[in-house]
């Protein structure tokens, strides 16, 4: 069945590269990525899971943690790290699941037959501290994802979890916010305390509250 935002991720078992996961205990009370791979030995996921690699400071420094999925055995994960390092520069510093028996893949509805009947699509779940999916990403297994954009979601969403905003078209960390329209003026003046503009009566617009 297919995942919306808002529903519980659904919670598993699985080996990775790192060991046996048990995917709720895991999490803790951290906030979660889980994003799934076509096949192993593909050029697209090897450039994916060193850019990955390499940003885990940025997720960790966020309080995110971060895990792969591919549909093949972590006997050939592990052997796929190998050029993974090489060719990225980047060893895999975070779990990869292993998901022969498709299992998580059908559990997180990331095979599209009318795609490809056994290979995942391109999945990204962001999970919240609640366990809940607060975005899901599908892409094609030919183009590559964005992850500074995964990242800059992630910086809304944390955002608009403790302030009353919400975050304009490309916004980036430290830019402007907007006032959510259910907050009153009168409310909004001790909540920001900077001021903002009124564009229009819904669209106000206020410095980022955390800043
Ligand atoms: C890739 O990662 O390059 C890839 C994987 C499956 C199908 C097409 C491309």
Same mark, same amino acid.
């Given at each position: 069945?297919?995942?919306? @935002?808002? !529903? =519980?991720?659904?919670?598993?078992?699985? $080996? *990775?590269?790192?060991?046996?996961?048990? /995917?709720?205990?895991?999490l803790?009370?951290?906030?979660?990525?889980?994003?799934?791979?076509?096949?192993?030995?593909?050029?697209?996921?090897?450039?994916?899971?060193?850019?990955?690699?390499?940003?885990?400071?940025?997720?960790d420094?966020?309080?995110?943690?971060?895990?792969?999925?591919?549909?093949?055995?972590?006997?050939?994960?592990?052997?796929?790290?190998?050029?993974?390092q090489?060719?990225?520069?980047?060893?895999?510093?975070?779990?990869?699941?292993?998901?022969?028996?498709?299992?998580?893949?059908? @559990?997180? !509805? =990331?095979?599209?037959?009318?795609?490809? $009947? *056994?290979?995942?699509?391109?999945?990204? /779940?962001?999970?919240?501290?609640?366990?809940?999916v607060?975005?899901s990403?599908?892409y094609?297994?030919?183009?590559?994802?964005?992850?500074?954009?995964?990242?800059?979601?992630?910086?809304?969403l944390?955002?608009?979890?403790?302030?009353?905003?919400?975050?304009?078209?490309?916004?980036?960390?430290?830019?402007?916010?907007?006032?959510?329209?259910?907050?009153?003026?009168?409310?909004?003046?001790?909540?920001?305390?900077?001021?903002?503009?009124?564009?229009?009566?819904?669209?106000?617009?206020?410095?980022?509250?955390?800043?």
């Open positions: 069945m297919a995942i919306r @935002l808002g !529903d =519980m991720a659904p919670d598993f078992e699985a $080996d *990775t590269t790192q060991g046996k996961l048990k /995917f709720h205990e895991w803790g009370s951290s906030w979660g990525v889980l994003f799934s791979h076509p096949k192993d030995f593909t050029p697209v996921c090897t450039t994916e899971l060193g850019t990955v690699a390499k940003l885990k400071p940025e997720f420094k966020r309080n995110v943690k971060v895990a792969g999925l591919s549909v093949d055995s972590v006997v050939d994960h592990e052997r796929w790290a190998g050029d993974i090489e060719t990225q520069g980047a060893a895999l510093n975070f779990p990869l699941i292993g998901d022969p028996d498709r299992k998580v893949s059908n @559990l997180y !509805d =990331m095979i599209h037959p009318n795609a490809s $009947d *056994t290979l995942t699509v391109r999945s990204v /779940f962001i999970i919240g501290p609640d366990k809940k607060k975005l990403l599908t094609p297994a030919s183009t590559g994802r964005n992850f500074d954009e995964i990242l800059r979601v992630i910086d809304s944390q955002l608009t979890a403790n302030h009353q905003v919400a975050t304009p078209a490309n916004w980036k960390d430290g830019e402007d916010c907007i006032i959510v329209t259910s907050l009153s003026d009168a409310d909004a003046k001790g909540k920001f305390p900077k001021g903002w503009k009124t564009l229009k009566p819904y669209l106000r617009v206020t410095p980022q509250p955390n800043k």
